[in-house]
């Protein structure tokens, strides 16, 4: 194999990878898998936000802080997440412990151990991030994942970002008992994501308790009295004093101990590993795979880039370019949103958009949870034209079991499928799928009234 033929020196394995994340578990056992000799360097279990979304669905029925809480050590506690990398080593993969530091191209340093390779995989994750606020050092204050792991409720929190694990905290602390003051710089929460779900899981998010501040850029944070508490002062409005600050705002790469300049590695301005389509750095033979990248900080995405990357620095195994458009993503708030491929922020005029609200859902109505709506998003197709609806390019699905129903959308766009193909597919009634399948006949016909039609601004 290339990998054999082309060395500059003795190997000590076909591949080394740096990070015992989903990323990295995934590109080991890909190689692995193809009978690769294989490294993995970790310094810990690496992270997921598993334990977190345990806690976030434990509050969902309003079980007490401790029960809820309970539930997140369990998951941190659990079996196969704390054996990923003893489960590795049953598979004859060489686990190093401790942090490696690039000493060149070709070559690692473990504490006193030197590993050589002509392939390396990074994937050392990332850390959550501290935003540009005058005082953020100085106070305490706690990530989403800290929070979820305190033995007591705090009787009231500030959340700084209402991106997606700062809505999905905020709702699950006001439904344990929690004040929660929610603040977000931008005009509306979930900024990144569709403005109609934005608006729903806003509303949703009220209902519970939340104080939802948007537009409330925060200027400083200081020390108010007791131990952890602090006062946030925004650039408008009334300052809030909390018992507890969470900041979920963002996330840093783990990359400054890796001397990544010593491997000819480049980074762009915030320290992520550049990587093309086929997730190749700029340094032959060393490829990058999950946060460090800076792409989709999700753990399915990490695992789906850490399988390609190994398939490609080894040349056999699963290949491909990386397409984050296919990979979905979903907000574990009540109702839930799941997101594939484009909004409709994102789509082109000569694109079309397909919509049904879930009061049309019999499903729905049965269960009295109408609020949310599928939406699908399909552009031109060369080979069939309108005839068939063209060809998928997104879906946001707001509503119970959103993350479930995503999973067909998604087939079908890794699959090419037309969404009339979607639309003929018998789906049993009532269920909540009969929504994608509404959405995507509006593509071809109309249905109750409805057609695809063109997107709106936002």
């Known amino acids: 194999m290339e990998a054999r033929t082309r060395p500059r020196f003795d190997q000590d394995h076909d591949l080394v990878v740096i990070g015992g994340g989903p990323a990295g578990a995934a590109a080991a056992q890909a190689a692995r898998w193809s009978g690769a000799r294989v490294a993995l360097v970790a310094d810990g279990p690496g992270g997921d936000r598993l334990p977190r979304t345990a806690f976030v669905l434990a509050a969902r029925s309003r079980r007490p802080f401790r029960e809820a809480v309970s539930a997140a050590r369990s998951v941190l506690a659990s079996e196969p997440r704390r054996d990923r990398v003893s489960a590795l080593r049953r598979q004859d993969v060489d686990i190093v412990e401790g942090r490696a530091r690039f000493v060149d191209p070709g070559e690692i340093e473990v504490d006193s151990r030197r590993l050589r390779s002509g392939r390396f995989v990074i994937a050392t994750g990332s850390i959550p991030s501290l935003p540009a606020v005058d005082g953020i050092g100085t106070v305490p204050s706690l990530t989403p994942d800290e929070l979820v792991v305190l033995h007591d409720a705090p009787p009231s929190i500030a959340i700084i970002g209402a991106g997606s694990s700062g809505c999905e905290l905020a ?13 977000e710089a931008r005009e509306r929460i979930l900024p990144a994501e569709d403005a109609e779900a934005a608006k729903v899981v806003a509303n949703a998010i009220r209902r519970d308790g939340v104080d939802v501040r948007e ?13 952890g508490a602090v006062r946030v002062i925004p650039e408008r409005g009334e300052s809030v004093r909390c018992d507890r600050l969470v900041v979920a705002v963002g996330r840093t790469p783990v990359t400054e101990d890796l001397d990544l300049a010593a491997a000819d590695v480049e980074t762009d301005g915030a320290g992520f590993v550049k990587v093309d389509e086929h997730l190749r750095t700029s340094a032959r033979g060393t490829y990058a795979a999950g946060d460090v990248t800076g792409m989709l900080s999700y753990s399915h995405a990490a695992a789906e880039m850490g399988r390609l990357a190994a398939g490609h620095a080894l040349k056999r195994g699963p290949r491909g370019a990386f397409r984050a458009n296919w990979i979905p993503r979903v907000i574990y708030t009540d109702p839930e949103v799941a997101v594939l491929g484009i909004s409709e922020h994102d789509a ?30 399909a552009g031109p197709r060369t080979t ?8 998928l390019l997104g879906a946001t699905i707001v509503g119970p079991n959103a993350g479930e129903l995503i999973a067909e959308v998604t087939l079908a766009m890794r699959a090419g499928m037309f969404p009339a193909r979607l639309a003929q597919a018998a789906h049993a009634h009532p269920t909540w799928s ?25």
């Open 434 to 458: 009969v929504a994608v399948q509404t959405c995507a006949a509006q593509f071809v016909v109309e249905i109750d009234g409805r057609r695809a039609r063109r997107p709106r601004k936002q």
């Open 171 to 183: 709702q699950a602390c006001a439904r344990v008992g929690i004040h929660v003051v929610l603040f």
């Open 348 to 377: 082109h005029r000569w694109d079309r958009v397909a919509e049904v609200p879930f009061t049309d859902i019999e499903r729905a109505v049965a269960e009295r949870r109408t609020e949310g709506f599928c939406k699908l998003i």
């Open 215 to 227: 537009g409330a850029r925060v200027r400083a944070v200081e020390r108010d009295g007791s131990f």
């Open 384 to 391: 069939g034209g309108r005839l068939y609806g063209g060809r």
